[in-house]
């Protein structure tokens, strides 16, 4: 059977898809001009020629910037801030949303410890005891208060609970009369069955952690700590100079400070940009399935 769309569903879809193509557009197009201009030679890129396609290519940028040791060594401190950080994030959340998502007959405070949780995203401390607090613990200046102080993702247990409240009820009664356990439960029934909103979760968490900057800066006191988005956000954005050694000042001369900007921002995006295709397929369905109830 053949359906034929209306003149006002015609022209619906032809403005649909002319919207998000401009919308993408607006995405790609400043990132597509920062990987042309990381590519282009000083000369072309201050003469102002670079718009979308390098401009006499040449790799100095990269080459400045993996001889830095400096951009390695927060690249390095990122990178280990993701390893750690998302598996104990991810952790946390199950642990915590897998009890909160069962019914009060099951979990007699089921309630208590569900809004004490969502006070914390309603209402906040500040700024100052929030540091205060931290301070007191003496992580101060650690690897440890890039990791600690946001080992809770609150949204995401809400999105976890939700998931877990869509599967079937029927699957813990059955695996409770075959005499498993609660952690039995979990492992080797409930999170299998859960590995959409698992691997959403978890790209929200790569994505969190490798672009705080925030924390980097005010926990940190000496720089050599500062993971690459602090290190970038000092150096690209308030391009504060103390942070370069003197050879780099000095290959500066030959190396515009834009080209060399935009070579380290695409090295930091690369990452993401890698990892982002393996979970997509899991976002909507991940994100849908914890939502919708009948």
Request: charged letters at 10%; glycine letters at 4%.
């Amino acid at each position: 059977m053949t359906t034929h769309k209306s003149w006002s569903g015609t022209v619906f879809s032809v403005f649909n898809y002319t919207f998000l193509i401009l919308i993408a557009a607006a995405c790609l197009l400043p990132m597509i001009n920062v990987l042309a201009i990381s590519f282009s030679s000083s000369t072309a890129e201050s003469a102002g020629l670079v718009k979308l396609w390098p401009i006499d290519f040449t790799l100095k940028s990269y080459q400045f910037v993996l001889n830095k040791p400096e951009f390695i060594t927060a690249f390095l401190i990122s990178l280990k801030r993701v390893a750690v950080g998302v598996p104990v994030n991810m952790l946390l959340t199950i642990l915590i949303a897998y009890p909160l998502s069962k019914d009060k007959r099951i979990f007699r405070y089921r309630n208590t410890y569900a809004w004490y949780f969502v006070i914390t995203i309603l209402f906040s401390g500040g700024l100052i005891p929030w540091f205060m607090t931290i301070k007191a613990t003496g992580i101060m200046d650690t690897f440890w208060a890039l990791i600690l102080p946001g080992a809770v993702p609150v949204f995401n247990v809400i999105l976890m609970l939700n998931f877990f409240k869509s599967l079937p009820p029927e699957l813990d009664e059955s695996a409770l009369m075959d005499g498993a356990s609660a952690w039995q439960t979990l492992w080797k029934i409930a999170l299998p069955l859960s590995m959409p909103a698992v691997a959403t979760l978890t790209l929200f968490c790569i994505v969190t952690h490798w672009n705080s900057w925030f924390e980097g800066l005010i926990l940190m006191n000496n720089p050599i700590h500062y993971p690459l988005q602090s290190y970038l956000q000092t150096v690209v954005v308030n391009r504060d100079i103390s942070l370069l050694s003197s050879a780099d000042q000095v290959t500066l001369a030959t190396v515009s400070e834009r080209t060399s900007r935009a070579a380290q921002v695409f090295v930091a995006t690369l990452p993401v940009l890698l990892v982002y295709p393996f979970l997509q397929k899991y976002f909507a369905e991940g994100i849908m399935l914890g939502s919708v109830k009948g």
